[in-house]
């Protein structure tokens, strides 16, 4: 297969997926009632099908590539790919404000011919008459960020309130209700994206059982350079906080910044989710925690949902990876496991 990618590496100080047998099981969580992920779950050995029966070729929509989490994601997509025998075109919309771009991107990589679309969402619903549209003719499987279940066949992912809930809890651990109190800047990030309403439930929830008070919230994409700006003018709008808690970017940004300031001693940071810069930072003690969502093995699992679609051989519809949270006791061995993409691994557009 020839593979093109971009003229660039990201060159992160993080341990590289370990890789796994052609068809070795994966544990992962299955959604009792699919594509709802306020269903309960329970724990599956999920058996990975063959070789796929042809060349089949996906279209692969993401809503960007400026962190590395969704490198990871396209990392593992290519592993599965090359695995099965298939090819994928991948667009990305540039950032979460980017709806009709997305949605303009979306229709032309399937008028291409895409035998299948997995999609990672810009918007929760704001997608809907188009994937209705492409599931008249094709397969619709959902991966990472959640989205309105019209159109789509299956789902590929994790709870993203239980994301939000493990950033909470890592505030509520250290400062129990009752206890002193606490003050938060929260970052956490685009209005209106398919997982933000989500985490911001879940970190809301766990935080309820903490002395902790979020005192100012900024929105927006998960940009550096943005999220740069918005640490920037929470620590002039509220220079006695406690914690910097949020997206990955925001944390990435908090770093250099307290730091800069001379702040690194007073002033926590925790992610709401992994990225090789999340992890170094959790490593120098300079990020509390963070969890993981395994996006390179949401990655692959959303690939194999396509093939199996395409080849009527789709019996589990909804699942994903175990959320971990992870900290400077466990880190070595959450991130030996796969879940980020080996540190000069290049973002690949097309598999052929």
Same mark, same amino acid.
């Given at each position: 297969?020839?593979? #093109?990618?971009?003229?660039?590496?990201?060159?992160?100080?993080?341990?590289?997926?370990?890789?796994?047998?052609?068809?070795?099981?994966?544990?992962?969580?299955?959604?009792?009632?699919?594509?709802?992920?306020?269903?309960?779950?329970?724990?599956?050995?999920?058996?990975?099908?063959?070789?796929?029966?042809?060349?089949?070729?996906?279209?692969?929509?993401?809503?960007?590539?400026?962190?590395?989490?969704?490198?990871?994601?396209?990392?593992?997509?290519?592993?599965?790919?090359?695995?099965?025998?298939?090819?994928?075109?991948?667009?990305?919309?540039?950032?979460?404000?980017?709806?009709?771009?997305?949605?303009?991107?979306?229709?032309?990589?399937?008028?291409?011919?895409?035998?299948?679309?997995?999609?990672?969402?810009?918007?929760?619903?704001?997608?809907?008459?188009?994937?209705?549209?492409?599931?008249?003719?094709?397969?619709?499987?959902?991966?990472?960020?959640?989205?309105?279940?019209?159109?789509?066949?299956?789902?590929?992912?994790?709870?993203?309130?239980?994301?939000?809930?493990?950033?909470?809890?890592?505030?509520?651990?250290?400062?129990?209700?009752?206890?002193?109190?606490?003050?938060?800047?929260?970052?956490?990030?685009?209005?209106?994206?398919?997982?933000?309403?989500?985490?911001?439930?879940?970190?809301?929830?766990?935080?309820?059982?903490?002395?902790?008070?979020?005192?100012?919230?900024?929105?927006?994409?998960?940009?550096?350079?943005?999220?740069?700006?918005?640490?920037?003018?929470?620590?002039?709008?509220?220079?006695?906080?406690?914690?910097?808690?949020?997206?990955?970017?925001?944390?990435?940004?908090?770093?250099?910044?307290?730091?800069?300031?001379?702040?690194?001693?007073?002033?926590?940071?925790?992610?709401?989710?992994?990225?090789?810069?999340?992890?170094?930072?959790?490593?120098?003690?300079?990020? #509390?925690?963070?969890?993981?969502?395994?996006?390179?093995?949401?990655?692959?699992?959303?690939?194999?949902?396509?093939?199996?679609?395409?080849?009527?051989?789709?019996?589990?519809?909804?699942?994903?990876?175990?959320?971990?949270?992870?900290?400077?006791?466990?880190?070595?061995?959450?991130?030996?496991?796969?879940?980020?993409?080996?540190?000069?691994?290049?973002?690949?557009?097309?598999?052929?």
């Amino acid at each position: 297969m020839k593979i #093109l990618a971009a003229p660039f590496a990201f060159l992160f100080a993080a341990l590289a997926a370990t890789s796994v047998s052609a068809l070795e099981d994966w544990d992962l969580e299955r959604w009792l009632t699919p594509l709802d992920y306020a269903s309960d779950t329970e724990a599956i050995q999920y058996a990975r099908i063959g070789a796929a029966s042809r060349t089949w070729r996906l279209c692969v929509a993401y809503p960007h590539l400026k962190d590395a989490y969704w490198l990871s994601v396209n990392y593992g997509m290519v592993q599965e790919a090359q695995r099965l025998g298939v090819s994928f075109r991948l667009v990305e919309a540039g950032g979460y404000p980017n709806l009709d771009r997305q949605i303009q991107q979306i229709r032309e990589c399937m008028r291409e011919g895409a035998d299948a679309l997995v999609v990672g969402t810009v918007s929760y619903d704001g997608l809907t008459e188009t994937l209705l549209d492409i599931a008249r003719e094709n397969p619709v499987i959902a991966t990472v960020n959640d989205i309105a279940s019209d159109g789509i066949i299956a789902k590929s992912g994790v709870s993203w309130v239980q994301m939000g809930a493990a950033a909470g809890r890592a505030i509520a651990d250290r400062h129990p209700k009752g206890s002193a109190p606490v003050k938060i800047a929260w970052f956490p990030g685009p209005k209106g994206a398919g997982w933000v309403t989500f985490v911001q439930q879940g970190f809301e929830e766990a935080l309820a059982e903490s002395s902790a008070e979020i005192v100012v919230t900024k929105w927006g994409d998960t940009g550096r350079e943005i999220q740069v700006r918005l640490v920037e003018e929470a620590l002039i709008e509220r220079p006695d906080i406690d914690y910097i808690v949020g997206s990955a970017p925001a944390a990435e940004a908090a770093v250099s910044i307290l730091r800069a300031n001379g702040l690194s001693d007073k002033i926590g940071i925790v992610s709401d989710y992994m990225t090789h810069a999340v992890f170094r930072g959790i490593r120098r003690g300079r990020i #509390l925690s963070a969890p993981t969502d395994f996006p390179v093995l949401q990655g692959k699992l959303a690939i194999e949902q396509a093939v199996r679609a395409l080849e009527g051989k789709l019996e589990i519809t909804h699942a994903g990876p175990r959320v971990v949270i992870v900290d400077q006791d466990n880190l070595d061995e959450v991130g030996s496991d796969g879940s980020l993409a080996p540190p000069a691994f290049q973002p690949v557009f097309r598999l052929n």
